[in-house]
C-alpha cells in the first residue's frame, strides 16, 4: 500500500526563497512563496512521514504538526548547511525551495549610503544544493527536484534531472497561466529518470503534493520488493 509505506519515513524537504543581504537593510530575494513545499511537509506528516523542513523567508508557516520540525533559514549558504546536516538520515529529500543563485560578494556590514551615480555589487555564484547532494545520493536514497522554466523547459528538465541525480523532477512551464509562484494551483510535467513524462492537469498545490507523494510512495516499495 503506497499510502501506508510513508508511515515512519524520513523526508527532508527545503522549501520557500533565499534571502541574499547586499547590506544590514536590503537582500536579494525571488518571489518564491514556500506554498508548494509546505503543502508537501503537511501532506507527507498527515501520512505519518517524519518531516525536516528547511524554510527561507516567507509568511507561509506548515500547520503545526508534530510529524513536522522546521528549521527557518535565511540565507542560500544557511540552508545549504542545514540540509547537509540532515541529509544523510533522510530517505526522501525534495528540494522544492527557490533558491538565489548569486549572492554579494562582499555584503557590507554597514547601510550602503546613496551614490550620486550607478552602484555596482558584485554578485558570486551560490553553491546548488540539490546538486552537491546529488552527488552523495545513497542507492536507497529518493531525490525529488523542481523545475521552474518561462518557456516550455522539457530540455532544460531533463538536463536538471540527470545533472542534479533526482529521481524525478517536477516541471512549472510560466508560460502555462495557472502555474508558478504564488498560486494555489499548478499544472506540470513530471519527468522521471526511467523516461517517463506526465503532464498533469490544473491541480491545487495540496492535490499535486499528494500526487507526487504517491509517485515517491510508489518508488519506495519498489525498493522494499528489490
Ligand atoms: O537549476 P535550477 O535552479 O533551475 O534547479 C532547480 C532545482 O534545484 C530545484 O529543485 C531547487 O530547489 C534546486 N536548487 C538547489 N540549490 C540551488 C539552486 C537550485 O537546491 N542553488
Known amino acids: ?3 501506508k509505506v510513508l508511515k515512519g519515513k524520513k523526508f527532508l524537504i527545503t522549501a520557500g526563497p533565499t534571502q541574499e543581504a547586499i547590506d544590514p537593510v536590503r537582500y536579494v530575494s525571488n518571489h518564491s512563496s514556500g506554498k508548494m513545499g509546505i503543502s508537501l511537509a503537511e501532506k507527507a506528516a498527515q501520512k505519518g512521514a517524519e518531516v525536516i523542513l528547511i524554510l527561507g523567508p516567507t509568511a507561509l508557516k506548515p ?3 508534530p510529524n513536522i520540525k522546521t528549521i527557518s533559514v535565511l540565507s542560500a549558504l544557511d540552508m545549504f548547511e542545514a540540509t547537509k546536516t540532515h541529509h544523510s538520515e533522510a530517505q526522501v529529500a525534495i528540494f522544492c525551495a527557490a533558491v538565489a543563485d548569486y549572492r554579494s560578494e562582499t555584503p557590507s556590514a554597514q547601510k550602503i549610503k546613496k551614490k ?4 555596482t555589487i558584485t ?3 551560490n553553491p546548488d544544493i540539490a546538486k552537491t547532494l546529488g552527488a552523495s545520493k545513497k542507492q536507497n536514497q529518493i531525490h525529488v527536484g523542481f523545475a521552474l522554466e518561462t518557456d516550455e523547459g522539457l530540455g532544460s528538465a531533463e538536463k536538471k534531472l540527470v545533472e542534479k541525480n533526482f529521481d524525478f523532477v517536477v516541471l512549472n512551464s510560466l508560460l502555462d497561466p495557472e502555474a508558478g509562484f504564488q498560486k494555489d494551483t499548478n499544472q506540470v510535467t513530471i519527468l522521471s529518470k526511467n523516461g517517463e513524462k506526465i503532464k498533469t492537469p490544473v491541480l491545487t ?3 499535486l503534493a499528494l500526487q507526487l507523494l504517491d509517485r515517491i ?3 519506495l516499495e519498489n525498493q522494499k520488493a528489490s
Open 1 to 3: 500500500n503506497p499510502d
Open 63 to 65: 500547520r503545526p504538526h
Open 116 to 119: 550620486e551615480n550607478a552602484l
Open 123 to 125: 554578485l558570486i555564484k
Open 205 to 207: 498545490k495540496d492535490m
Open 217 to 219: 510512495g510508489s518508488i
